[in-house]
């Protein structure tokens, strides 16, 4: 057993990988994730002791994931999510633990080039280096990287980190936890052919990808941060600063030629007289002023960009109408499936808004322009007014106790009784004789 593979196996890296993917898991929006953390931590010791034999008798094996063909807002097209089981979670972070630690990846991640996927990263550190490109440069190239996830090569991938690792056994297991397997690949039908499951393209969803992502464009982040220009990258988003037109262009023609070996490519911005292939790329003056990494940059102002703002009304409408078609009130007593998040009560949907206010708040509490925070502010509170003026009318018609059971009051009626004692007392089986 080598000397990487017998750290990982080591209980307390097990437990605590553990707890690193169930601090995670138990706040998922997934109730069958949240509730498969609660199974797993139920039994911590016992599951983290059943892993380390199994990794240690090399019986381990990464059973299929779930693959969720996830809409993207506003768009036709789909994201690949790979939803694995928690014990390959923990296996996986427990695999990144140990290559954070390696001398090569540290080195690496104190670069200040790319803040996704790192462990002092972060969007509020990106925005901070963005605007000092803001500030020393006269322009800026925007662009992602063409599908990265899912077409990243593999083999590439795992050969960065084999070659620093010597140790066959923690390489084999890094493979397999590389690859991807489905166990509904039947139930994604039309939508399968968009998940890495050949050659080509890591895990979305998996702790492992952004790393070795990181590792591959290493090199591209240096050279893109010499010879005059810098660059400031998270994962797949990229923005490269220049002190003119011509040499930004000169630095996207350089990314472009340093992604073609790896059979990627990145997104070009609109020239004169032609239109840009995509959104997700721009250029221009940084005086005027750009978005990037859901914000608006410029030397006067960060706020929220359009599409952020607009994500937060969206998830505030989508939780006031999921409570107006709420049916729990003729659930109650029946043994009708029924959750919060399927029959939301109205104290459950005005706490789940008022932490999608906060998440959202606290995800943008580096921007300065607080004018845009009042007025989304009058917007979130103009909707919960309409919501709760529907809300009444809703339960108008019902008996006070509905109401109360809508409003989230459990009743003692709704009480699941002991059916057992009221047959032995209707028997009179508690009076007689023995």
Known sequence: MGVLYKKLCRKPNLRKAARAVLANALLSTSESTREDAKLFLARLEPNITDL??????????????????????????????????????????????????????????KKAWNHGGVKDG???????????????????????????????????????????????????????????ELGNLAELSQHRDIFPLASRGVAQGSCLSPLLCNLLLHDIDERL????????????????????????????????????????????????????????AAAGETKDGFSFLGCDVSPEAISPGKKARASLLSKVDALCNSALMSQRHLKMGTTELMTLSSDPTLLSTLWRISNTVRAWGGAFSFCTDKRIFRQLDADVIGKVSGFRKLWRSKIALLSEADKERLTGMHLLDDTSFDESFAKMVASRDGTRAT
């Open 122 to 180: 972060g969007v509020a550190k990106a925005i901070t280096r963005t605007y000092e490109g803001t500030i020393h440069y006269q322009y800026y190239v925007r662009t992602d990287i063409k599908d990265f996830f899912t077409q990243v090569p593999k083999v590439e991938l795992l050969a960065i980190v084999t070659t620093h690792t010597d140790d066959k056994q923690f390489d084999e297991l890094l493979r397999r936890a590389v690859n991807v």
């Open 52 to 109: 380390r034999k199994q990794l240690v008798a090399n019986t381990f094996v990464f059973p299929p994931a779930r693959g969720v063909a996830a809409k993207k807002p506003g768009k036709t097209t789909r994201r690949p999510i790979v939803i694995a089981p928690i014990a390959s979670r923990v296996v996986q972070r427990a695999i990144l633990d140990v290559l954070s630690a390696l001398p090569f990846v540290q080195d690496i991640q």
């Open 225 to 280: 941060n010499s010879n005059g220009t810098m660059s400031v990258r998270y994962i797949d988003d990229l923005i490269i600063f220049a002190s003119n037109r011509s040499q930004g262009l000169k630095a996207l023609k350089l990314l472009k030629h340093e992604l073609k070996q790896f059979g990627l490519d990145a997104y070009e911005p609109s020239s004169k007289g032609t239109a840009a292939a995509s959104a997700k």
